[in-house]
């Protein structure tokens, strides 16, 4: 009697009979598959025990998993993972309007130092109508755990307090990283770990 597990064997091999590769080409596939499974199953389980939701799932080419991180209605940054990086980035992004160029500017010293002792990279880019301060840490795969995730999440969450503190705005409207920021991070993936 066949199971699920096992029809689904059968597909992919058939699938892998089918295509042109190597064996190491499809070994590295199913690797990929194989450590893709693991790494969201383990991320949907930290989240569920630390009462965090996980939404905006997104795979593609360069990215192997990214989530937006939630508590309750509050938006709490991102989870992302490139497919060939050693680890996970906690990120968010914070956008701020030309006309407070000058507040960032007068409270920069202030804010990289604060994201530097909390372990946060913090990279500024100038966009049509604002700035964009992306704020990123990283735990690398071995060292990714429930601890560690909520340890660089509140890390992040301090610097991102610090700069709606130094750098007031309308906050209220704070929302989740769009298609722009995933895009981003598909571009940087694997050049900041």
Known sequence: MATKSSSLRDNIFALLRE???SIAEDAEALSHCLAHIRNRAMIEDIARESGLTLAGFLTNDALELYYNIKRGRHHLGYISKGWEDPGFRIGDLVEIGWWDKDLLTANSHEIMRLCARNGITLTIQEAPLTLELQL????????????????????????VGKIHTL???????????SAYVCRRLAET???SH
């Not at 990123?136 to 969450?157: A, H, K, M, P, W």
């Not at 750098?167 to 990283?177: L, N, S, V």
């Open 189 to 191: 993936s694997g050049r």
């Open 136 to 159: 990123d840490g990283v735990i690398y795969g071995e060292g990714f755990n429930r601890d560690t995730f909520l340890q660089t999440l509140d890390s992040l969450n301090t610097c």
């Open 19 to 21: 295509t042109p590769t």
């Open 167 to 177: 750098i007031p705005g309308d906050r209220d409207a704070r929302c989740a990283p």
